[in-house]
């Protein structure tokens, strides 16, 4: 099986976040062909302007989108911030946005927060974000309620926790393989 390459973007810069202790939960659990890197540059992204995009994208934006391009497939975990995804991720993924970077990319969502929804309406408003971009977002939805009592030490350490993470992570490896795969007729 050749190798299957994912990335993680992570919706917090904080030190600390719940939801980049999960980006780094599931690289480690990640296991050959498949490997995941955990990219740490959303925080170093000019705000996005279409005017800067089509004049001269800067190198961290230009990075960023090869880093998406060489991914079989991505993994996004976020925070919920006033019932929205966190700026800095929607600011990365405005750049992309027209460079198309993550068109029929194969893309699971996971939410962390402290409280019980989970971040449900930071995945729903994802969600819709990632689709209207044509990126191929699994319908596995994972949400990590009251997560301060599931994640210790900067790692996932609840087990019905894990065993959905590597849940995700079998989907998204199972979409990286069909990507080649014909559309069946007469479905
Ligand atoms: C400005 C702000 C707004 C927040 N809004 C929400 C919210 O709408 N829903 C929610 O569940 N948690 C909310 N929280 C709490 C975050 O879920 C919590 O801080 C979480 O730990 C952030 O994710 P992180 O640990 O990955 O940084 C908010 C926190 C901040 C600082």
Known sequence: MPPINLLALCGSLRQGSLNSAVAHTAASLCRPPVA??????????????PDVERECPPAEVLD???????????????????????????????????????????????TASPSMTGGARA???????????????????LRIPCATVKITNGRVTDEETLTGLRSVLADLTRETSQLGEPVPSGA
């Open 36 to 49: 995941m890197t955990v990219y740490e540059g959303l925080g170093g992204l000019p705000f996005f302007n």
């Open 64 to 110: 960023f989108r090869a880093r998406l391009a060489a991914a079989d497939a991505v993994l996004i975990t976020s925070p919920e911030y006033a019932h929205g995804t966190s700026g800095v991720l929607k600011n990365g993924l405005e750049w992309v946005v027209g460079s198309g970077e993550l068109v029929d990319k194969p893309v699971a969502v996971v």
């Open 123 to 141: 995945q729903a408003w994802l969600r819709e974000t990632l689709q209207v971009m044509s990126a191929r977002v699994l319908p596995h939805e």
